[in-house]
């Protein structure tokens, strides 16, 4: 009896034995599992992660190629060298190196302005693409510069336009006579110029001129910095 139950005891932890090294390997074999389970679901995220960023940078390079080909684009000039302030003359000019399509409109707007004038001979970076304003700007800019000053001038008792347009060419303040002439009359401006003197700030455009004749220098002739508004002078 004692032997059985030394092989019963033996037996029964043997099993025990078994049952323990059984439960260890399920264990492990679930954890292998789940670790495997786990590694092929992170594997397709970080697939993911690295064509997400993959797209982020290429999409910054894209960017910046983008950015530094507009940054190119803005800075490339064009080298104008002009020789005569003829306003005809250099808008043929701007129009066969590409900067304007049209010389004849761009003549007139320098003409009845009354930027003509003060257009310097000279060399110019011009931007591409710039507009017919900004051209006149820069071809006009020194010559505006030199062209500062205060005048009086002196409209006579009884002037017609082609007397009012003979004073204003006397002291070269427009550029071509014949255009501000057809200003004044477009304007009707005759009735409106009071006879007397007017003190002007020049550099001015045609039509600014024309408006302080007209006694509306307030409010399109200001004065520059520290002078006052040109007004009529008292009689």
Known sequence: MKS????????VNFL????VILVVL?????IKWRMNHLFSMMTPEERKDTTITEEIRSSKEQIGQISSAAKDASEKTTLLKIETTDP?????????VGLINDATAFSNKAKRSGMARYITAGSYEIPEGASPETI?????????????RTITIEIPEGANDE????VIMKEDLVADRATFLQMIRD???????KPGGYQIHAP?????????????????????????PAQPAQQ
């Open 88 to 96: 005809d003359s250099v808008a043929k000019r701007l129009k066969e």
């Open 136 to 148: 006149l700007k820069l071809l006009t800019e020194n010559g505006l510069q030199k062209a500062t």
């Open 4 to 11: 059985n139950g030394r092989v019963s005891k033996v037996f």
């Open 163 to 166: 007397m009012i347009a003979d």
């Open 187 to 193: 304007a009707g401006a005759v009735p409106k110029i």
């Open 26 to 30: 399920v264990l492990l074999f679930i």
């Open 204 to 228: 001015l455009t045609a039509t600014e001129l024309l408006n302080i004749l007209m006694s509306q220098s307030e409010q399109e002739n200001p004065a520059p910095q520290g002078e006052q």
């Open 16 to 19: 025990r034995f078994v049952v």
